[in-house]
């Protein structure tokens, strides 16, 4: 009965995006190449540790008490100068607001746009939270093809000259999630044309961009923005700690005045207590430094998945080639469902889980992709973890492409 | 032209009810009783500090990394051992979600519920970020009158009547917010016995619960709950630190699955950092202990405000008697316009600060009333401040009310 009461958001009957993502496989075995998470061990924790211990002596008790919706202004200037360096961002701290992880970002940047059955274009496949956070506002989405070098943009046109009132385009440039891709500079600098021409905002999602093993992080699509319609988001959880909660964005104008009311409302403030530790650590740390050893780490365990997807997967099976981030997509032929194919074959024979592509699209209707992290296991156990799910794969392949 | 674009929530020509509460003065006499700010100088700050020394060093890595939406479990027993205790609710920790804030609760109870146009019952005057948190879901509101001991009751059924569609009522029912008014026993169960006759869900906020400056905390609505229809919320901010940015809240079956799932869509998780260092710093305090010191404190504070407004106000004024929380209020004339009267003689003229009480209403409809915050003044101060204040008063009352 109490269940008439929910609102259309949360309809119990549909499931949710984010949950049961992440299937448990409790033998000694299994290897995740599911979940999104880097790794523990490098993580800076005495260093943090040291932080908070500097940061509560150094503002006392006013650091507890009632601060801003926008967050502590020196960090917010660091990162400002940080996007500047990184991505030719030309921001200040007035323009950055502090979030509870990017996720947060993207929630309120959707809070502040959308009505129900407002226009949303999104690449296709997509960032799952950002399909979630979107759908707590009942768009009407619009899935748009990704290539090598990014979203199609002659797709997106054809789609924005037949519903000329999309609001919000949805991105992930950088190392993409889930397929590792790259959007190029001149696709970045044509987006915002189109942006400019046909009246929508930009969300541009990058929390992976530092995080690149072949080249320095490209300008972001922000940086060639000409009238304030680029939101730019990133997040601290992949360079330094996703328990920080920490992400941020950049905006301005009334956009940026429509984000922190719907901050405000939604939960006050910024939590300035984690956020001046952290100011304290890029006091005394080398946050390009941190993130150098990260790349360096991450790079072999990149090119030990692509190494071993080259050496078992079968043919008929594509993959993308990351040059950065956290994920590798993998296509199988149309008639592999990978959802049953993880809990029929990968879970129970292979003992190597990942995340089925179904819910990467926001129509899911397509069932044949999966997504790896490689960041969580060593390039030993990327290997064995491949070996193990290509027989699976192959057996699959077989069943649907018989070698006559 | 952005402007276009934006929800029609973020209506950028409605003022929010958030924004320009606390107007600036500063002139080196000015005594603020706007902002609702607990004492810095009680805050627990080197012991908190040690706490998430300790939080850190236990828990190591794995501590930043991704945890989940409902937060630490040895957190959430603590919260619900401490709610059976005072509040004589019977929960668990696996019904408990920690939020940032209680902020956070209730923008994800009136998200998990709310459609456009859905009908919410408030009391009036009320808790404005609450209103600001119903606001960005554009519900119906009916406003309900407070009485002494809490909500009419009968004027709430004579609503319910009219409006048998109403979804949800959220109330204050300890130390009330604006308004300092506790519902009495009596009434809490009763509320819940309407609850089940007209089928609606209760936001039970209640923040100050701990605050009671002449007796112990009475039991909570969500006590009397027989079918999971009262959301319970509380938060850390008002009895350790609001800095913390830590509420919770109490709910079960559907409703508890689909504030999960909006808390994930929203911003993924709780901020487990902050919350081991809260529960280890509860593991070795006695946070009764810290709150009876506070209670301490802040009676004399109360005490001296309600015998300065009895000793300068004019007869034309009434006020409540609070016995607990942060804030008494005061009901000027009709013709009197406190927003007004801020402007044009407390600040340039008395050198003190309140809020407005139409803020208060989602109307915006009652223009005589003002908000009185004690907490953050010695009863010297507060004593200096009414004589002010009282004297503005005096003469506005007697331009509308001239003595023949």
Not at 15 to 40: H, M, Q
Not at 305 to 313: E, G, H, P, S
Request: with cysteine; net charge negative.
């Amino acid at each position: 009965m109490l269940k008439d009461l929910l609102a259309q958001r949360v309809n119990p009957d549909v499931p949710s995006a984010l949950s049961g993502l992440f299937p448990k496989d409790d033998d000694p075995r299994a290897l995740s190449f599911a979940a999104g998470s880097p790794r523990e061990d490098l993580f800076p924790v005495a260093a943090m540790q040291a932080a908070f211990t500097t940061a509560i002596a150094e503002n006392g008790a006013h650091l507890f008490q009632y601060q801003t919706a926008q967050g502590n202004p020196a960090l917010r200037a660091k990162l400002a100068a940080r996007i500047g360096k990184w991505g030719q961002v030309t921001t200040t701290a007035d323009q950055v607001v502090l979030t509870n992880g990017g996720q947060q970002a993207i929630e309120l940047v959707a809070k502040a746009l959308l009505n129900v059955g407002d226009e949303v274009a999104v690449e296709v496949p997509t960032y799952i939270g950002a399909l979630a956070a979107f759908d707590l506002y009942q768009p009407t989405y619009h899935a748009v093809p990704l290539q090598a070098d990014g979203l199609d943009l002659n797709r997106l046109e054809d789609t924005l000259k037949q519903h000329p009132r999309i609001k919000l385009l949805y991105t992930v440039p950088d190392y993409h999630n889930p397929t590792g891709i790259t959007m190029s500079v001149t696709k970045r600098k044509q987006l915002v044309d189109l942006a400019n021409r046909y009246d929508f905002i930009i969300l541009e999602d990058s929390p992976y961009r530092d995080l690149g093993y072949t080249h320095d992080p490209l300008p972001a699509i922000k940086h060639f923005d000409t009238e304030g319609r680029v939101v730019f988001v990133s997040s601290l959880s992949k360079i330094l700690m996703p328990g920080l909660r920490t992400g941020w964005l950049v905006a301005e104008g009334d956009l940026l005045t429509a984000i922190l009311r719907t901050r405000q409302a939604s939960d006050l403030e910024a939590n300035n207590v984690v956020h001046a530790a952290i100011n304290a650590y890029l006091d005394t740390h080398d946050l390009d430094a941190h993130v150098a050893a990260l790349r360096a780490n991450y790079r072999d365990q990149c090119a030990a998945l692509v190494r071993a997807l080259t050496a078992y997967f079968p043919d008929e099976v594509a993959f993308t080639q990351p040059n950065g981030g956290f994920f590798d997509w993998v296509t199988l032929p149309p008639e592999v469902d990978t959802a049953d194919l993880l809990t029929r074959a990968a879970i129970p024979q292979a003992h190597v889980s990942y995340v089925p592509g179904t819910n990467f699209y926001p129509a899911r209707n397509v069932h044949n992709g999966l997504r790896l992290c490689f960041t969580g296991l060593t390039p030993d156990e990327i290997d064995l973890g491949m070996q193990r799910l290509g027989t699976v794969i192959k057996a699959a392949v077989r069943e649907v492409r018989p070698v006559v």
